[in-house]
């Protein structure tokens, strides 16, 4: 689908965009270049900037300085066109709490001139397609994080926008409606939608955003796809748990020589070891397995924010801790 | 990564989104779309519609939001009739005729006030946002509400004539009388509920908005001919009551459902009205249009 799409349009583009908030500078000059048919992630902790620069692309706030298009209008100058061309689902679901979800989607519909009619018409189909046609005529706040996520991004969707703007959408949604919500976001992205996404988890920018901005204190920090990224940041590191903390030395060794780098043995029974390539894990696990050392669990640390925020930054973001089990 | 929850994810995809491909499927490429960033009048009229009529099902949704157009007007004409009726009257059923128009202005041009509070809290919720990044009529929001509201002050219209009838009022005028007297509260109503707008653009709370409205109209509504006779009051308290606006409004109720006068004092009103609106509609609506 992407192939309609000439590849040097651009969704986005911004030179130099600088937002104040008081003597705070939430948005310290960005520049970005987001290729249409594309997901865009913009990575970074809280406060970094991102929703700023979300919603100044999305002409809920003016730029102090700078300039940002989207498809070549104008964020400032066409506003009125380019609110046309978007979708935007916020951080908080930004839907009328006192209307169901029906209510909602033909408000919206209305309010984007579909006739009355037509409105219902595509409330019906949004709520098919979203799975909320049981919960459609239910009160609000009797919906998941999950159900409210997914009310908000159909709202984003009813006039067809070939640019969404998503303000983390997974952020506080358990594990299986996050993977949910990936998979929503994909079948957008097949059909031709240019996302631009913000987001605090590496896991999630990696997964599915094909360019990354890293934004730290207003400004981008660094850019790329999620390998160069990664390449920047560093191995990933093993982590195994053994079921006998005795034998936590002699499971180092073993991994040591299997993996061709220094383990290390830690107290209750934990041994770590630096993993260049992930796909390399299975060749300890049988070193262990013939030496008849039973293992616990096994875990590969993806590099985490933090680190990306060491590496890049010099500084640390508090958050981001992940484990990703491979195996338990 | 993810490599137990993969084989999961497919099934999720068919649960979460069917692959009806006829929803989703026309994306046009936004450099290829023709739009329009102009709002025509037509829009303007029909967002605004939209949103009065999202201001309704809110209304009948939550009935205990709005006891101040409901059981506020039924409360208060039953109090201040049985309260005032007997001593400044003698008789509560002589002090109807005076007392009920007194009381239409007084609880109708109120109830503008939550104009104001409401406007503030809408705008500080999330869904603003939203208005805010669509297509659509900017002034919408605000004049979706305004239009709305008239519902409001109708039926405080109509329960304060209502709870009269039941405790023995008789107009004079009868029924015609009435109906001009209650169109012109619920139009002069309208025409306040500008101001409370602005407030409830300008000030940073719904609780700010609230306050002031209660210090702008209590001394308004009760230092006035509303209630009491201005005859009891000290001159410069007369002084007062008699550049009082409200002064007017109320005298053009009693004018209307006494003798059906068009007297000088609906002249007024109508005129105080539309020199309201001509002087606040503007200022509210500038000071909305650069908050959205």
């Given at each position: 689908m992407s192939s309609e799409f000439n590849s040097s349009d651009l969704a986005v583009e911004a030179h130099g965009l600088v937002k104040n908030f008081g003597t705070n500078r939430a948005v310290d000059g960005v520049d970005l270049a987001v290729p249409a048919g594309s997901v865009y992630g913009f990575l970074g902790p809280n406060g970094a900037g991102k929703t700023t620069t979300i919603r100044l692309l999305a002409t809920l706030l003016r730029p102090d300085a700078g300039q940002a298009s989207v498809f070549g209008h104008d964020v400032v100058r066409e506003a009125g066109k380019v609110?046309?061309?978007?979708?935007?689902?916020?951080?908080?679901?930004?839907?009328?709490?006192?209307?169901?979800?029906?209510?909602?989607?033909?408000?919206?519909?209305?309010?984007?001139?579909?006739?009355?009619?037509?409105a219902k018409e595509r409330a019906?189909?949004?709520?098919?397609?979203?799975?909320?046609?049981?919960?459609?005529?239910?009160?609000?706040?009797?919906?998941?994080?999950?159900?409210?996520?997914?009310?908000?991004?159909?709202?984003?969707?009813?006039?067809?926008?070939?640019?969404?703007?998503?303000?983390?959408?997974?952020?506080?949604?358990?594990?299986?409606?996050?993977n949910q919500m990936w998979d929503t976001i994909r079948s957008l992205v097949a059909r031709g939608v240019t996302i631009l996404l913000t987001t605090q988890y590496l896991d999630e920018a990696d997964q599915l955003a094909d360019r990354i901005a890293v934004i730290d204190r207003g400004a981008v920090v660094a850019e790329g796809t999620a390998s160069e990224l990664k390449?920047?940041?560093?191995?990933?590191?093993?982590?195994?748990?053994?079921?006998?903390?005795?034998?936590?030395?002699?499971?180092?060794?073993?991994?040591?020589l299997a993996l061709g780098v220094r383990a290390k043995a830690h107290h209750g029974g934990l041994v770590t070891a630096p993993l260049s390539d992930p796909g390399t894990v299975f060749m300890p696990l049988e070193a262990l397995h013939e030496h008849s050392i039973a293992i616990a669990s096994v875990a590969v640390a993806q590099p985490t924010l933090d680190e990306?925020?060491?590496?890049?930054?010099?500084?640390?973001?508090?958050?981001?801790?992940?484990?990703?089990e491979i195996a338990a | 990564?993810?490599?137990?929850?993969?084989?999961?994810?497919?099934?999720?995809?068919?649960?979460?989104?069917?692959?009806?491909?006829?929803?989703?499927?026309?994306?046009?490429?936004?450099?290829?779309?023709?739009?329009?960033?102009a709002t025509s009048l037509g829009q303007v009229f029909r967002d605004t519609l939209t949103m009065a009529w999202r201001h309704f099902i809110k209304m009948f949704r939550n009935p205990a939001e709005f006891t101040d157009v409901t059981i506020q007007p039924i409360l208060f004409t039953l109090m201040f009739v049985f309260l005032f009726g007997g001593a400044i009257a003698g008789d509560v059923k002589s002090y109807l005729p005076t007392m009920i128009p007194g009381l239409l202005a007084m609880s109708v041009l109120t109830t503008a006030s939550v104009t104001g509070t409401k406007m503030r809290e809408d705008?500080?919720?999330?869904?603003?946002?939203?208005?805010?990044?669509?297509?659509?009529?900017?002034?919408?929001?605000?004049?979706?509400?305004?239009?709305?509201?008239?519902?409001?002050?109708?039926?405080?219209?109509?329960?304060?004539?209502?709870?009269?009838?039941?405790?023995?009022?008789?107009?004079?005028?009868?029924?015609?009388?009435?109906?001009?007297?209650?169109?012109?509260?619920?139009?002069?109503?309208?025409?306040?509920?500008?101001?409370?707008?602005?407030?409830?653009?300008?000030?940073?709370?719904?609780?700010?908005?609230?306050?002031?409205?209660?210090?702008?109209?209590?001394?308004?509504?009760?230092?006035?001919?509303a209630i009491v006779p201005v005859a009891s009051m000290p001159s410069w308290l007369q002084a007062f009551v008699k550049v009082n606006p409200i002064t007017h409004v109320v005298s053009a109720m009693r004018d209307l459902t006494m003798n059906g006068d068009w007297g000088v004092d609906v002249v007024w009103t109508l005129v105080i009205s539309i020199i309201i609106v001509v002087v606040f509609a503007p200022l509210t609506v500038r000071a909305y249009m650069r908050k959205v």
């Open positions: 609110r046309h061309l978007i979708g935007v689902t916020g951080q908080y679901a930004s839907v009328d709490e006192d209307l169901t979800a029906r209510e909602n989607l033909i408000l919206f519909g209305c309010l984007q001139g579909l006739s009355r009619s037509t019906d189909q949004l709520l098919e397609e979203f799975t909320l046609t049981d919960a459609a005529s239910r009160a609000l706040k009797k919906f998941s994080g999950g159900m409210r996520r997914r009310l908000d991004l159909a709202v984003s969707l009813i006039s067809v926008p070939p640019l969404v703007f998503l303000d983390e959408p997974t952020t506080g949604l358990d594990p299986r409606t996050r390449a920047s940041v560093g191995n990933s590191t093993m982590e195994l748990h053994l079921n006998d903390h005795d034998e936590a030395e002699l499971a180092a060794e073993i991994v040591g990306v925020f060491l590496t890049i930054t010099g500084h640390s973001a508090q958050d981001a801790d992940e484990l990703q | 990564m993810n490599t137990i929850t993969d084989s999961n994810d497919v099934d999720n995809t068919v649960e979460n989104i069917k692959t009806d491909k006829t929803v989703l499927s026309a994306i046009t490429p936004g450099t290829v779309r023709t739009i329009s960033g705008m500080d919720k999330g869904v603003f946002d939203r208005f805010k990044s669509l297509p659509m009529a900017r002034i919408a929001p605000l004049s979706g509400a305004l239009l709305a509201d008239t519902l409001r002050y109708f039926i405080a219209t109509t329960l304060t004539f209502a709870t009269g009838f039941v405790i023995g009022y008789r107009p004079e005028s009868g029924m015609r009388g009435v109906v001009v007297a209650g169109l012109l509260i619920i139009f002069t109503t309208w025409a306040l509920s500008w101001i409370f707008a602005l407030l409830g653009v300008i000030m940073p709370s719904a609780s700010s908005v609230q306050g002031l409205s209660m210090m702008i109209l209590m001394p308004l509504t009760f230092v006035s001919n």
